[in-house]
């Protein structure tokens, strides 16, 4: 009898487990201990906004025919006073933690400006959730608004579990993937929302984005023939996303944490053109 796998699940894990994954990545990767010092810190500020988050009342189930999202638009229950006050802690997080790329940052006043006016960009509609902007404004938004649509997606996802999702953007916000996984026990592929950190389940042979299930332009990148990790490419929409196969691992792993230790794919499917 084949074990039953449901099509919707959660990422999120409690901080202390994924503190503690941090720590055993930075025993194999000592050389990522910047950015594993950075995240560790932008995740404690997510959790404290998480901790302090109440949702409103949920939208409708996704809509699995017409691929209408959870969630359109902003959490019921956030103001954006929360956001804008989430937004400066993650900014200040990063120049602390990174004072060279300061100068990449735009300033406060500017960020906020942004987020108010682009609210509705950046949760757009299903067709085309956020674009493909990938710039380091748009980056420290969505690590600001992560505490808010975390805590929604883990009051919704219990009871759309079973929900046939097949479109490459999350069922409950509807933001794109940011990473993928094989299943340890069941081999499944599942995509991981790069917002609230849903997974849903994708076909194998079927780009993450565009669906395109043309083989002969799928491929991936990797460091090694039989490494785990890879970068899964498409030379339809020219974009990639990382992929951890738990099966040869032999374990679960925590993809927002794991996805940090693949930098050399990003360089590599990057230096070839491809997009996350």
């Known amino acids: ?9 959660h990422g999120g894990k409690p901080l202390d487990a994924t503190l503690a994954y941090m720590d055993s990545c930075r025993e194999v990767h000592p050389e990522l201990h910047k950015v594993f010092d950075l995240y560790a810190a932008i995740f404690t500020v997510q959790r404290r906004f998480y901790d302090g988050f ?10 699995a025919v017409s691929g209408g999202p959870a969630l359109v638009g902003m959490v019921p229950g956030v103001e954006l006073s929360n956001v804008q006050e989430a937004l400066a802690e993650i900014a200040g997080t990063i120049t602390a933690a990174a004072p060279e790329r300061q100068s990449e940052l735009e300033s406060l006043s500017n960020l906020w400006g942004y987020a108010q006016d682009d609210v509705g960009r950046l949760l757009d509609s299903p067709d085309s959730p956020g674009g493909p902007d990938s710039s380091v404004t748009r980056t420290i938004f969505l690590l600001a608004l992560n ?3 975390e805590k929604a997606a883990v009051g919704i996802v219990p009871s759309v579990a079973d929900v046939a999702w097949q479109f490459g953007y999350c069922p409950v916000c509807g933001e794109r993937p940011s990473v ?7 081999g499944t592929r599942f995509l991981q929302c790069g917002l609230c950190r849903t997974q849903w389940t994708r076909g194998r042979v079927l780009c993450a984005f565009c669906g395109n299930a043309d083989q002969d332009k799928l491929g991936y990148l990797s460091d090694a023939p039989d490494s785990p990790l890879r970068a899964e490419v498409c030379d339809v929409c020219r974009r990639y996303i990382k992929a951890v196969d738990e099966r040869a691992l032999g374990r679960e792993v925590i993809l927002h944490v794991e996805e940090l230790t693949m930098t ?4 590599e499917a990057l230096s070839k053109g491809y997009q996350p």
Do not use: Q, W
């Not at 009898?1 to 699940?9: F, L, P, Y």
């Not at 050399?264 to 360089?267: F, H, M, Q, V």
């Open 1 to 9: 009898m084949g074990v039953a796998v449901e099509n919707i699940r």
């Open 54 to 63: 109440v949702p409103g009342p949920p939208g409708g189930p996704p809509d």
């Open 147 to 149: 505490p808010f649509y």
């Open 180 to 186: 993928a996984k094989y299943d340890e026990t069941s």
């Open 264 to 267: 050399s794919l990003d360089r």
